[in-house]
């Protein structure tokens, strides 16, 4: 039985990867093969199990401010050129904004690059936890940061390995507008004399959700076209796409609440019971002194 099922396996994965979109199968990191992302993937988690524990028999590395500004806002500017990219490439091949489908004109070739770089953006944003634990940053290597990092790796694999245009260009551009803004926080967040004048930081998050429901919604719309045989992009991608947006989308949210919402609220109970403290010990040392006027007149 498991030899059947291991054999059903292989001969699906061997099949499908005959079906890779030309294109893109033989770009770096993709290479018609999963084993190197999966590597990189595992040496990344690796990094995470034993980073922190090396780290805490040391103290911090100061890494230059310099170059954690020339790495964030290296991405801002990537993230910039990408959607310009994706942008001039959908218009160019002339989808259908509702529900873009795969068509392989010339103009396609720009937006298939421009995901490519997406992909590999992902590769390069591993270091961003790299960068938290040699700083001794353990607090921002939450599990929600791990899962991120790392799936969007593996997902975008499937995505550049397959279906390396039409609908996947949606998710990708509007995650680009808002790695523009996080990564514009995080660079001028490691000037100390622009730090507390950063104010948009909880917005960021907010973008984030806000991302997540736009591009769920719009595949979902993209989902009841093909179903209804007006869009052709594979139902397949469409399915894995939105249900990776249902899962970013919950912990995001719980992030959100937790990290802003609970945190303000237990900050005003801190605050409310702060004046409630000093309320009583006012009103007790104004009875003490009452009481001590009334004492001398008795006397």
């Given at each position: 039985?498991?030899?059947?099922?291991?054999?059903?396996?292989?001969?699906?994965?061997?099949?499908?990867l005959t079906k890779t979109d030309p294109r893109t199968n033989n770009l770096p990191l993709v290479?018609?093969?999963?084993?190197?992302?999966?590597?990189?993937?595992?040496?990344?988690?690796l990094m995470v199990f034993l980073g922190k524990r090396v780290m805490s028999y040391f103290p911090?590395?100061?890494?230059?401010s310099w170059l954690l500004f020339i790495y964030n806002f290296g991405l801002v500017l990537l993230?910039?050129?990408?959607?310009?990219?994706?942008?001039?490439?959908?218009?160019?091949?002339?989808?259908?904004?509702?529900?873009?489908?795969?068509?392989?004109?010339?103009?396609?070739?720009?937006?298939?690059?421009?995901?490519?770089?997406?992909?590999?953006?992902?590769?390069?944003?591993?270091?961003?936890?790299?960068?938290?634990?040699?700083?001794?940053?353990?607090?921002?290597?939450?599990?929600?940061?791990?899962?991120?990092?790392?799936?969007?790796?593996?997902?975008?694999?499937?995505?550049?390995?397959?279906?390396?245009?039409?609908?996947?260009?949606?998710?990708?551009?509007?995650?680009?507008?808002?790695?523009?803004?996080?990564?514009?926080?995080?660079?001028?967040?490691?000037?100390?004399?622009?730090?507390?004048?950063?104010?948009?930081?909880?917005?960021?998050?907010?973008?984030?959700?806000?991302?997540?429901?736009?591009?769920?919604?719009?595949?979902?719309?993209?989902?009841?076209?093909?179903?209804?045989?007006?869009?052709?992009?594979?139902?397949?991608?469409?399915?894995?796409?939105?249900?990776?947006?249902?899962?970013?989308?919950?912990?995001?949210?719980?992030?959100?609440?937790?990290?802003?919402?609970?945190?303000?609220?237990?900050?005003?109970?801190?605050?409310?019971?702060?004046?409630?403290?000093?309320?009583?010990?006012?009103?007790?040392?104004?009875?003490?002194?009452?009481?001590?006027?009334?004492?001398?007149?008795?006397?």
């Amino acid at each position: 039985m498991n030899e059947t099922l291991i054999h059903r396996w292989n001969s699906f994965y061997q099949d499908a990867l005959t079906k890779t979109d030309p294109r893109t199968n033989n770009l770096p990191l993709v290479w018609n093969d999963p084993r190197p992302v999966l590597y990189l993937v595992a040496a990344y988690l690796l990094m995470v199990f034993l980073g922190k524990r090396v780290m805490s028999y040391f103290p911090e590395i100061k890494v230059p401010s310099w170059l954690l500004f020339i790495y964030n806002f290296g991405l801002v500017l990537l993230s910039a050129y990408m959607f310009e990219e994706i942008v001039v490439g959908v218009y160019q091949s002339g989808y259908n904004y509702a529900c873009g489908e795969i068509n392989n004109k010339p103009a396609e070739t720009k937006v298939t690059k421009a995901l490519w770089w997406y992909f590999f953006s992902k590769a390069i944003e591993l270091l961003d936890t790299f960068w938290m634990i040699v700083r001794k940053r353990f607090n921002q290597v939450t599990f929600l940061h791990v899962f991120h990092h790392s799936t969007m790796l593996i997902i975008w694999w499937v995505v550049i390995s397959w279906i390396p245009a039409g609908q996947a260009y949606f998710g990708a551009a509007l995650n680009c507008v808002v790695h523009v803004f996080m990564y514009t926080y995080y660079a001028f967040s490691v000037i100390p004399s622009l730090k507390d004048k950063l104010w948009w930081k909880k917005y960021i998050t907010t973008f984030q959700l806000a991302q997540f429901v736009i591009t769920f919604s719009h595949t979902l719309n993209g989902m009841y076209l093909t179903m209804s045989g007006k869009c052709s992009f594979p139902m397949w991608g469409q399915i894995l796409l939105s249900s990776y947006m249902v899962i970013m989308l919950a912990l995001f949210t719980n992030f959100y609440v937790h990290e802003y919402i609970k945190k303000t609220n237990d900050a005003k109970r801190r605050r409310n019971l702060k004046d409630l403290n000093n309320n009583v010990v006012k009103t007790d040392k104004k009875k003490f002194v009452e009481n001590k006027q009334k004492a001398k007149k008795v006397e």
